[in-house]
Structures are given as structure tokens and as C-alpha cells.
Antibody
Framework: QVQLQQWGAGLLKPSETLSLTCSIY????????WSWIRQAPGKGLQWIGE???????NYNPSLGSRITVSLDTTKSQVSLKLTSVTAADTAVYYC??????????????WGQGSLVTVSS | SSELTQDPAVSVALGQTVRITCQGD??????ASWYQQKPAQAPVLVIY???NRASGIPDRFSGSRSGNTASLTITGAQAEDEADYYC???????????FGGGTKLTVL
């Protein structure tokens, strides 16, 4: 069984940096990716980035160089940083485990979600 | 706009069968997975792969694929199935995960 518990800042001003952390309670951090997914109010899901236990990252091109995902294997924590936020970054942010099975992938465990609001 | 296309809304009468579809080029080579999301809750994995139910998912949920279209079928829809459903696969480059825009299912 895997559990993901998130925390981080809820209210930001434009141009500030979003910072969220997700604690991973799992037998292993290997053999999968750890992803961040967001959902703007009333909108659909958007995958924004991922990292594996070797530090390999993959980001949604729409976020450019603003996003950094990191993994602290000693603390079993995955973190998200998003710089220069705007109102468009207002969303519920989820961490999730991403498991590949060859011909597909699945997000099989999700955190509880963290609402981040960007407002002046 | 999403590279995986879903109908925005679908309705079904209680106890009847409903199919929710997801179209995208990536689905020709990559299976979809499906998520159920109820208001103010995190998404829950429902179906993945050829037709695999996630743990705890009732057997009235099933999945299939034909060409560039993946489908989630609920056979005998229940009131508790009313939710938003999202498909997930890869974008057209195959390099990044991608979600469909979601389908709001109403059980009448």
C-alpha cells in the first residue's frame, strides 16, 4: 500500500514561487515515477511533471523553465517548485505515483491535493 | 486543448449501460487509463491497460480499445457512479502523459 501526504503554501502573490512537498509512504521509491498533476477550478486534469528515483525528470513543455521537480530519497519526499506564478497557476495540485507497465501507465496512488491560489 | 478528446457530458438512466469514449492518436500504441473524480475529491484509478480494474473497483466497470478510441463502459450504472471521468494516455509526441478533458456523467 502506498500513501501520499502533501503540504505547502496556499496563497501566493503573482511572481512568487510555488513550493509543495509530498511525503511518500511506500516500500520502495524505485520502479516508478512520482508526478505532479494540477486542476484549475472547474477545469480538467493537467500533468505538469515527474521524477524517478534516479533523478530523471520530465516536464510539461507548456511550463517552460518555471518548473522543478525534485526527489529526496532520504526523506521519501517529492517536491514541486514553480516560479513566477500568475493567476493561471491557481489550481489544486496533486502528487501521484506513476507506474509503467510496458504498453501503458497509470496513476495509481494520489495525494489529497493542495489548493494554491495566486492573487494580488 | 487536450490531445485526448472526450465528450463533455453524458447521461445514463439508473441501471442502464453507458460508454464513455476517449479519442487520440496515442491510443493506437498506448493503453488508456481511466479515473473517476467526485466533487472535492482526488481522482481514483478505475481502469488501466487492456481491461484491468483497479483494486476495489466494481466489475460493472470495464475498458476497451479500438483503433484510436478507448472506451470506459459502466454496465448497470448506479447513482454513486455519477462523477467526472478522465482518460489518460500520452500526448502526440509520446513523450509526456496527457489527460482528456473529462466527461461529466449524470445518472438519471
Amino acid at each position: 500500500q502506498v500513501q501520499l501526504q502533501q503540504w505547502g503554501a496556499g496563497l501566493l502573490k503573482p511572481s512568487e514561487t510555488l513550493s509543495l512537498t509530498c511525503s511518500i509512504y511506500a516500500d520502495s521509491l524505485s520502479d516508478c515515477f512520482w508526478s505532479w498533476i494540477r486542476q484549475a477550478p472547474g477545469k480538467g486534469l493537467q500533468w505538469i511533471g515527474e521524477i524517478n528515483h534516479n533523478g530523471k525528470t520530465n516536464y510539461n513543455p507548456s511550463l517552460g523553465s518555471r518548473i522543478t521537480v525534485s526527489l529526496d530519497t532520504t526523506k521519501s519526499q517529492v517536491s514541486l517548485k514553480l516560479t513566477s506564478v500568475t493567476a493561471a497557476d491557481t489550481a489544486v495540485y496533486y502528487c501521484a505515483r506513476e507506474w509503467y507497465y510496458g504498453s501503458g501507465e497509470k496513476f495509481d496512488y494520489w495525494g489529497q491535493g493542495s489548493l494554491v491560489t495566486v492573487s494580488s | 486543448s487536450s490531445e485526448l478528446t472526450q465528450d463533455p457530458a453524458v447521461s445514463v438512466a439508473l441501471g442502464q449501460t453507458v460508454r464513455i469514449t476517449c479519442q487520440g492518436d496515442s491510443l493506437r500504441g498506448f493503453y488508456a487509463s481511466w479515473y473517476q473524480q467526485k466533487p472535492a475529491q482526488a481522482p481514483v484509478l478505475v481502469i488501466y491497460g487492456k481491461n484491468n480494474r483497479a483494486s476495489g473497483i466494481p466489475d460493472r466497470f470495464s475498458g476497451s480499445r479500438s483503433g484510436n478510441t478507448a472506451s470506459l463502459t459502466i454496465t448497470g450504472a448506479q447513482a454513486e457512479d455519477e462523477a467526472d471521468y478522465y482518460c489518460h494516455s500520452r500526448d502526440s509526441s509520446g513523450n509526456h502523459p496527457s489527460f482528456g478533458g473529462g466527461t461529466k456523467l449524470t445518472v438519471l
